[in-house]
């Protein structure tokens, strides 16, 4: 075998040039593989289109012409954003640029004084990586392409879109004390137009719910104002539109070139906030809090019966638990966050809120879930703060485009647009609340964790623990469940890979360089300079502090990587449908940590194997040379990694028991107790890498206690006429019950959350009449008014005895 491959092996080093694309030596006859017309992505042939050519040097000599970059590379998917197409040699300024995104959508582009390429993004429906292409040609022909990054329109940055000033005013418009003039503003420098046109856009979803007919749409409805200095900001005092534009309840403003007809599709634009567009309604607007011919801002009656609100069950608290720990399932909502001073608007009272990031299956229905300051969740049921479901989530879902699945928009519509009716615009918010009924947390259970670490040590989903230094690439987890597959490169970690079924790839790697991780998509690296969140294909894909990256995958299942000192850690959280699905160096997860070392071929070493045996259990978790998920994208990883053996066996590592673990004194007082701590300072001679995985370590019991499961008894009412106190429903909570002024307390007075998730007492029932505290004062009081007055008589009686016998004195 060997031989065969080195000609191959030699090839690849001959042609390799160094670092950065360019002419191929031997390779630049263009022939019809000579090129990368056309083939952008693939490899094979006599040079590679792939993004791995560059690394290794085979790449075709055009592929800077035909594999597009382009900068910006994102924006929002309301579009209308001017991008430029790099490397890209334009022949006759005159010659139109035709792009074309997702094969569908065309936007003209142009060509600058500087013969630069220009293309203008699309009006989407979607978030994403949409691919797209310029024609050179007029059209016949699309042999160049790229990727566009669409995102959702909250998630791009203020400075990307026209600001409304007041947005508050904007929207409640024409409600007692709000009036008067409007504003906008926007960047002049933005639109390259002396002149320019507001336009009214708005937006509706149509025909019958749940259907094939169901369609999202953007309509331009008619100009603001026209042919207006483009001076960076405009007033106005709204007028209620003509009643045929009535319907549309929901839109943004555009502002755009006045050269452009009103409307003109996808060309260069600043778009607002999309808003409730109350200051273009009529007066009679708030009359009926569900107003609207179809109906769109009802909550929707079906809604209890159409979506379980049970999906995505809330995490049962915050703090510490489970609603920031369990990465693969919740994230952070964006308008109400603990680590950025909890400005929560709709939810007062609340100081963090995350969403199930996926939605549910069927129906595309959100959760968002609230809590107080003292970390626990607020339920519609208690508060109009409380934790709604969604029925679109505001992030949208996969396959997007379609309700209620467009993201943002189909949220703002059935969600955001109700609330305006009912708890803004009109008094009737427990009117929302009951058709928005908060999930309680009692069938919420956290997600189980496996973490690796150091140099490497691996914590099993039921908690065992071993240490495995591999020279290699390993399999931590696969799953036929969901097809999930988690691969790593060690010894010490340098490279994780992740795909479930058939989503993208995405690998974390040390890149060694400023930003000390480098994220790989399909083998190509990706920017994190303007987005730090990307929806990608079968997972959503978030990066903290260019040191964390968090991968939540459609099942449900989440993998952290972050660095921790000279290696990376990995931590991968399972719902419990996973259990007994799992298999590789992360174990067997069924709750019983003594057959997590299990082989392939179902052989079970036992929990007490020494660390020499485990080795062999870890070689034998070598990633197979089909399934590997790793890129292979230098001469360095193609030699030792694609070419040589998964498993280098003539690697042969330190073993714990075999390693006399004397520590220096130095080393014992940072580790204490930490055994891996001590064999990482041990094998390195390093303190700082022994620092490094005793605070990995850390961090993996931390993240591990915020799992352990919290028993929720459940809501309790309060009794009718009467009245609780306490919205705590945690194991050791009490609620405390009262009955209004008339009614008397028939049950307990207080009950109690037991261990076992059930309330020491029901609620009880508050009956009319008037209650034993009244009766025994009454009765009580009417003794004591008799024994007065039988006080007074008797004194009186005295007295008047006295007076005689004065009187009678003398
Ligand atoms: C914005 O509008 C609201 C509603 O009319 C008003 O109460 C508030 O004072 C305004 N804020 C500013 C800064 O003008
Ligand atoms: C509205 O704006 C106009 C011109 O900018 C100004 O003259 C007028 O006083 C403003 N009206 C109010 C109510 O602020
Ligand atoms: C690792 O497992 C062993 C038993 O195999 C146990 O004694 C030890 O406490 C565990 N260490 C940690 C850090 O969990
Ligand atoms: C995997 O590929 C390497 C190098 O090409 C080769 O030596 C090895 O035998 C292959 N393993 C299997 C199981 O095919
Ligand atoms: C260990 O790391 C922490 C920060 O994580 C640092 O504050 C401390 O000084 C380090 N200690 C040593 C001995 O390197
Ligand atoms: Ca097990």
């Not at 022909?141 to 600001?163: C, I, N, Y």
């Not at 003109?264 to 708030?286: C, I, P, T, Y």
């Not at 008339?742 to 959350?753: I, K, M, N, Q, R």
């Not at 008037?770 to 007065?788: E, K």
Request: aromatic residues 10%.
């Amino acid at each position: 075998m060997r031989p065969l491959l080195l000609p191959w092996v030699l090839l690849l080093l001959a042609a390799a040039p160094g670092p950065g694309p360019g002419p191929v030596a031997g390779l630049s006859s263009p022939g019809a593989q000579g090129t990368c017309s056309s083939r952008c992505g693939e490899r094979g042939g006599l040079c590679s289109c792939h993004p791995t050519c560059a690394g290794l040097g085979d790449c075709c000599p055009d592929v800077r012409d035909f594999c597009l970059e382009i900068q910006p590379y994102s924006g929002s998917m309301m579009g209308g954003k001017d991008f430029l197409v790099q490397h890209l040699k334009w022949p006759s300024p005159s010659d139109p640029v035709i792009c074309r995104f997702k094969e569908s959508v065309q936007t003209l582009g142009h060509v600058d004084s500087s013969g630069r390429v220009h293309c203008v993004s699309p009006l989407l429906y979607e978030t994403g990586r949409i691919p797209f292409t310029v024609s050179m040609d007029n059209g016949r022909s699309f042999p160049r392409s790229g990727t566009w990054l669409a995102m959702h329109p909250s998630k791009v940055s203020d400075s990307e879109k026209s600001q409304l000033v007041n947005e508050t005013l904007w929207q409640y418009y024409g409600t007692p004390g709000s009036g008067g003039n409007l504003s906008v503003t926007w960047d002049a420098g933005a639109l390259p137009s002396s002149a320019v046109s507001i336009e009214l856009w708005g937006y509706e979803e149509t025909g019958k719910p749940y259907s094939g007919e169901w369609m999202a749409k953007w309509s331009y409805l008619y100009s603001v104002t026209t042919n207006i200095p483009n001076s960076g900001s405009f007033t106005f005092v709204p007028k209620p539109a003509p009643q045929n534009y009535q319907r549309w309840q929901l839109g943004a403003l555009r502002i755009v070139s006045s050269k452009h007809h009103g409307g003109a599709q996808d060309v260069q634009a600043l778009w607002s906030n999309e808003h409730a567009l109350a200051w273009h309604l009529g007066q009679d607007f708030r009359a009926d809090p569900w107003p609207g011919p179809a109906g769109s801002a009802r909550p929707g009656r079906s809604w209890r019966t159409s979506c379980p609100t049970s999906w995505r069950s809330c995490p049962t608290a915050l703090h510490p638990g489970p609603a920031r720990a369990d990465s693969g399932r919740f994230h952070t909502d964006y308008g109400c966050d603990v680590e950025r001073g909890s400005v929560c608007t709709y939810h007062p009272g609340a100081v963090h809120c995350v969403r199930s990031v996926q939605a549910s299956p069927r129906y595309a229905a959100g959760q968002q879930c609230c809590y107080t300051k003292e970390g626990t969740q607020i339920l519609t049921a208690d508060s109009t703060s409380g934790s709604t479901p969604d029925r679109g989530h505001d992030w949208g879902s996969p396959p997007f485009r379609a309700p209620p699945r467009v993201p943002g928009l189909s949220h703002w519509l059935y969600d955001v647009l109700s609330f305006y009716h009912c708890c803004l615009w009109a008094p009737d918010c427990p009117r929302y609340m009951r058709r928005r009924p908060s999930s309680d947390c009692t069938s919420y259970r956290p997600p189980r964790l496996a973490s690796a670490f150091g140099d490497p040590h691996f914590v099993t989903f039921d908690g065992a623990n071993f240490t495995f230094n591999g020279r290699g690439e390993y399999v931590l987890l696969e799953s036929a469940l969901t097809r999930l597959s988690v691969q790593a490169r060690g010894t010490g970690l340098t490279a994780v890979a992740v795909q479930e079924d058939n989503s993208d790839v995405v690998e974390v790697r040390l890149a060694g360089g400023a930003a000390p991780l480098q994220v790989l998509l399909n083998q190509e690296v990706l920017s994190f300079a303007e987005q730090n969140w990307m929806d990608l294909k079968g997972m959503f894909l978030s990066v903290a502090a260019g040191d964390s990256v968090s991968i939540m995958l459609s099942s449900g299942a989440g993998v952290e990587v972050s660095v921790q000192g000279p290696f990376l850690s990995v931590a991968v959280l399972l719902p419990e449908k996973f259990l007994t699905h799992t298999h590789g160096l992360l174990g067997t997860l069924n709750d019983n940590p003594a057959d997590d070392f299990t082989l392939r071929s179902g052989q079970v070493l036992p929990p007490t194997a020494s660390s020499r045996e485990l080795h062999r259990f870890g070689a034998d978790w070598a990633v197979r040379n089909a399934s590997s998920l790793l890129t292979y994208d230098s001469r360095l990883l193609v030699n030792n990694f694609l070419y040589g053996p998964k498993h280098d066996p003539t690697f042969q590592p330190l073993f714990p028991e075999e390693t006399p673990l004397s520590p220096s004194q130095a080393a014992a007082e940072l580790c204490g107790d930490d055994h891996f701590c001590i064999f990482d300072v041990a094998a390195t001679g390093s303190l700082s890498v022994g620092n490094a995985t005793r605070a990995a370590h850390q961090l993996h019991q931390r993240h591990a206690q915020s799992l352990q499961p919290v028993v929720s008894c459940g809501w309790l009412a309060p009794p009718p006429n009467g009245r609780k106190d306490g919205t705590r429903y945690l194991v050791g909570s009490t609620v405390f019950f009262h009955c209004d002024n008339g009614y008397s307390l028939d049950g307990a007075e207080v009950s109690h959350c037991q261990a076992d998730g059930t309330w020491s007492r029901p609620t009880p029932t508050c009956q009319p009449g008037r209650s034993h505290a009244v009766l025994l004062s009454i009765i009580f009081g009417g003794l004591a008014a008799v024994a007065v007055v039988t006080l007074i008589y008797v004194l009186l009686r005295r007295r008047k005895s006295h007076t005689t016998a004065w009187t009678s004195r003398p």
